[in-house]
């Protein structure tokens, strides 16, 4: 019905426990839909205006789930100069980090991501490698307090032996293991640009750890851990 209203300009579908599908369906319906302004179906209210034209986007802990990660992941695709993406302390889960990484992928303006303290699972880890290999204007990165787990950790760490931009980045708060701790310390020895790393609460064990004090020992740039 959205895609052929020319009338509605608030919607809210609060309070109905909507999900990823409901996210892609009310996609569809903006894809053609002219006149709505603004939208909630999981938290607070989302203003579709703010989402495709705001240089800086601040939308952290407005209890966004699944359906508004994936309009927001639309919406962000119209946007030609974003340069930052907080949504911290949402629970936008994997889907939605999938969705937004596919959407930020080819910005060629956006400096700082914030998506720590979601329910972001493993294919949002996979996704954000991506991120990283062609996004290169990325300086800040935050996915601490996720469920990203060892083997996508892994392949975000391996990302960074050719990322030549990213300045800050938090992986805390997820369960990486010790051969991701190694994989990020063979990194240290070799990066010139990160300077502040959070692997608080990572789980790395003595074996990643000890492999990132004896990296430490040559790195010369980084200056928060």
């Known amino acids: 019905a959205l895609q052929t209203n020319t009338t509605l300009a608030q919607l809210d579908l609060g309070g109905n426990?909507?999900?990823?599908?409901?996210?892609?369906?009310?996609v569809e319906a903006l894809k053609t839909n002219t006149t709505l302004r603004t939208v909630a179906l999981d938290g607070d209210v989302l203003s579709i205006a703010e989402i495709t034209t705001a240089a800086r986007i601040t939308l952290s802990e407005k209890r966004l789930g699944d359906a508004s990660g994936i309009v927001i992941a639309h919406l962000v695709t119209r946007h030609?100069?974003?340069?930052?993406?907080?949504?911290?302390?949402?629970?936008?889960?994997?889907?939605?980090?999938?969705?937004?990484?596919?959407?930020?992928k080819t910005s060629t303006t956006l400096t700082q991501l914030d998506l720590g303290g979601n329910e972001l699972g493993a294919e949002s880890g996979k996704a954000m490698v991506e991120v990283l290999e062609t996004i290169t204007t990325?300086?800040?990165?935050?996915?601490?307090?996720?469920?990203?787990?060892?083997?996508?950790?892994?392949?975000?760490?391996?990302?960074?032996?050719?990322?030549?931009?990213?300045?800050?980045?938090?992986?805390?708060?997820?369960?990486?293991g010790a051969e991701c701790g190694k994989a990020m310390a063979e990194v240290l020895k070799t990066n010139r640009t990160l300077r502040h790393?959070?692997?608080?609460?990572?789980?790395?064990?003595?074996?990643?750890?000890?492999?990132?004090?004896?990296?430490?020992q040559t790195n010369t740039t980084l200056a928060q851990r």
């Open 17 to 26: 426990e909507l999900g990823a599908e409901s996210g892609k369906a009310m």
């Open 138 to 176: 990325l300086t800040q990165l935050d996915l601490g307090d996720n469920e990203l787990g060892a083997e996508s950790g892994k392949a975000m760490v391996e990302a960074l032996k050719t990322n030549t931009a990213l300045t800050q980045l938090d992986l805390g708060g997820n369960e990486l």
């Open 197 to 216: 790393l959070s692997l608080n609460g990572a789980k790395m064990g003595d074996a990643g750890g000890c492999a990132l004090v004896v990296a430490l």
């Open 80 to 104: 030609r100069s974003l340069t930052r993406l907080d949504l911290n302390s949402n629970k936008l889960g994997d889907a939605c980090g999938c969705a937004l990484a596919e959407a930020l």
